[in-house]
């Protein structure tokens, strides 16, 4: 007996000790300093000349001649993954997501001191797709390929692999590719449009040429530039990416044929066809139809509604397979409580699939709405932020390991990380020239941890039973890529501040023209609701002012953004506006049984005195009048 109480005590102590350090690392969990780090994570990605302002100075320019053998300047852009080609596919996957958790969660990441560094990773990838569009017809998809980069193991500084470029077009098409592209500029052409007008105008007029080139010449991009079949297969086809691409271009103009498209063509690309249980760069059909949702839950269906709301029940099976809560097939969770797909990479299934959650929670929450999933009631919207939460915090070290699989973040993260970069002294620091199988011999093998900590990049993570091996030949669990962290960076950055503040149709017109002059319009308080006959009194101030405009079917058309700010000294537990002379959409308020009367938005539960609210509205009419009608302090 004392033999066992022998051996067992110091068993006790460490489970102890590993109990102790895995509650200190849930406690430690800093969703902004996890933010700020995956954002850092792109400026190590970086392709071209590195700009002055470049955070990770360990690394040096690379790929500076890419495209001259071809006659184009293809400077720039993104390396996937822990290897020095660019890959079209996955980088403007990337760019997409990056853009969608701006636009969904802009306000978190400015508030968090990030904004300027999103979109200089947004700007990064754009600048190269630009220049990799250099005819309507031509796109360039791939420069460099992964056999010769693969068979070497160098810093992007010493590559002496070919860099050939790779590219479609009329006569060897792809759709996806260029559909994916189209997407990427037209997500991206939102995040501009209020900071860089005419930068956001270029990009939609390319988007818009690579959807018609994607649309009129149809073809898989890996059936041209062949040498990607090994690497970023489009497993799925292209079906998914068109309508993808006229989503995203119709968030971005507001344009009806963008999303008549996506309706006439539900069935035959599969749109309303595909029940999905992974969103990723190949597979965009769930994603597709969550934007479709969001139309739809915004009020925007028009004649399309039946089919945007098919498009919904597809994007709740998802969901709701994400939930386990499905009659059938759900997405399975290692012991931990991970979401998991396949062995390889399979981060980036949970970080896309933690993304749809969250923003549907915002949309459902934002119109009162449940998730209707089978054979249960309905479901909540925080049950899904619950799932997506619970995934980042596994992430970040709440996990039978106590191992955080982002770089860089925590005490415990890999330190062995399957990328050339990472892994060999930087030129900085040693500027001989590392060859290409000398690179495997000295550093590859080599068991010591990196010599340049490669902050933010998000790792592939464990297998079906929660095991991870830190090895830099492990590269299915080892190796971080780009399309991880996009769509992580805007569930972090939902997790730090809060829904967003509005719920917007990010639709800005087809033609934009110069916004007019801030106009200021200020209303104290006014008139009677009929139903109760009170009298209201001064205990908010209104401003209103016309931000942006733009013509649309010969009207012009303005947006107006109105704060609403207690000026009492008294918490607001209930306030009602009249609103008069409403002629378009309104997104931030809820809308009450009396006619043309709105309350607090549907995350607001009372009004603190000095605090404010935004709501927005479009309309080719002056403000509106608001009357507040009535108010009860808390």
């Known amino acids: 007996m004392a033999q066992v109480n022998l051996l067992s005590q110091p068993r006790v102590v460490v489970f102890a000790a590993l109990l102790l350090h895995s509650l200190e690392m849930v406690l430690a969990i800093d969703y902004s300093s996890a933010l700020s780090k995956s954002i850092l994570f792109y400026e190590a990605q970086r392709s071209g000349r590195l700009p002055a302002t470049q955070r990770a100075t360990w690394r040096g320019d690379s790929g500076l001649q890419d495209g001259i053998a071809q006659g184009v300047d293809l400077q720039g852009g993104y390396y996937d993954a822990g290897d020095n080609v660019k890959f079209g596919l996955p980088m403007a996957f990337t760019i997409t997501m990056l853009s969608?958790?701006?636009?969904?969660?802009?306000?978190?990441?400015?508030?968090?001191?990030?904004?300027?560094?999103?979109?200089?990773?947004?700007?990064?990838?754009?600048?190269?797709?630009?220049?990799?569009?250099?005819?309507?017809?031509?796109?360039?998809?791939?420069?460099?390929?992964?056999?010769?980069?693969?068979n070497c193991w160098q810093r992007p500084e010493d590559m002496s692999t070919p860099r050939q470029a790779y590219k479609i077009d009329t006569s060897n098409p792809g759709s996806d590719l260029a559909g994916e592209t189209a997407s990427a500029m037209a997500a991206a052409s939102i995040v501009f449009k209020a900071s860089n007008n005419g930068y956001s105008n270029l990009l939609l007029s390319h988007a818009k040429q690579l959807f018609t080139f994607a649309d009129t010449y149809r073809g898989k991009y890996d059936s041209s530039i062949r040498i990607a079949q090994k690497f970023y297969a489009s497993s799925s086809g292209y079906a998914d990416e068109l309508l993808w691409a006229a989503m995203w271009l119709y968030q971005a103009t507001g344009d009806e044929y963008y999303l008549k498209y996506v309706a006439d063509n539900a069935q035959s690309l599969g749109g309303t066809g595909w029940s999905m249980r992974e969103f990723s760069w190949d597979v965009k059909y769930a994603g597709v139809q969550v934007l479709a949702s969001k139309v739809l839950m915004q009020g925007q269906g028009g004649k399309y509604t039946n089919t945007l709301r098919a498009y919904q029940f597809k994007a709740e099976y998802f969901l709701c397979a994400c939930l386990q809560k499905?009659?059938?097939?759900?997405?399975?969770?290692?012991?931990?409580?991970?979401?998991?797909?396949?062995?390889?990479?399979?981060?980036?299934?949970?970080?896309?699939?933690?993304f749809l959650l969250t923003v549907y929670s915002d949309y459902l929450s934002s119109t009162r709405q449940q998730l209707q999933c089978s054979g249960s009631y309905g479901v909540d919207p925080s049950e899904l932020l619950s799932l997506a939460r619970s995934q980042v915090d596994y992430i970040l070290g709440n996990n039978p390991r106590a191992t955080s699989y982002m770089v860089g973040y925590g005490v415990n993260y890999p330190q062995q990380v399957h990328h050339r970069a990472a892994s060999i002294v930087s030129i900085k620091v040693d500027s001989a020239f590392v060859s290409c199988r000398g690179g495997y011999a000295t550093w590859f093998s080599r068991s010591r941890s990196d010599p340049n900590v490669l902050v933010g990049a998000l790792v592939g993570g464990p297998d079906q039973d929660d095991n991870f091996a830190d090895q830099r030949d492990n590269f299915e669990q080892t190796e971080p890529t780009t399309y991880n962290s996009g769509p992580l960076i805007g569930v972090l950055a939902r997790l730090t501040g809060g829904s967003s503040k509005q719920f917007l149709p990010e639709t800005p017109a087809a033609s934009p023209s110069a916004s007019p002059p801030a106009q200021s319009v200020q209303?104290?308080?006014?008139?009677?609701?009929v139903p109760h006959g009170t009298k209201s009194y001064s205990v908010v101030k209104i401003i209103q002012k016309a931000v942006a405009s733009w013509e649309y079917q010969g009207q012009t058309v303005h947006k107006y953004e109105t704060t609403v700010t207690n000026t009492s000294g008294h918490s607001l537990r209930h306030i009602f506006l009249i609103i008069n002379q409403m002629k378009g959409p309104l997104w931030g308020l809820s809308k009450t049984r009396y006619a043309n009367t709105y309350t607090f938005p549907p995350w607001l539960q009372q009004l603190s005195p000095g605090q404010s609210f935004m709501f927005v509205y479009h309309q080719a009419a002056p403000p509106v009048e608001i009357l507040i009608a009535h108010y009860v302090h808390a």
């Open 100 to 150: 969608w958790s701006t636009i969904e969660y802009g306000h978190q990441i400015a508030n968090n001191g990030q904004l300027e560094y999103t979109l200089e990773a947004i700007k990064w990838g754009t600048d190269y797709l630009l220049k990799a569009h250099p005819e309507p017809n031509v796109l360039f998809g791939e420069v460099g390929d992964g056999f010769s980069d693969h």
């Open 523 to 529: 209303h104290r308080t006014q008139g009677r609701l």
């Open 326 to 354: 499905n009659n059938g097939a759900q997405v399975q969770r290692t012991p931990g409580g991970l979401m998991y797909v396949r062995a390889w990479n399979n981060m980036q299934y949970v970080t896309t699939a933690s």
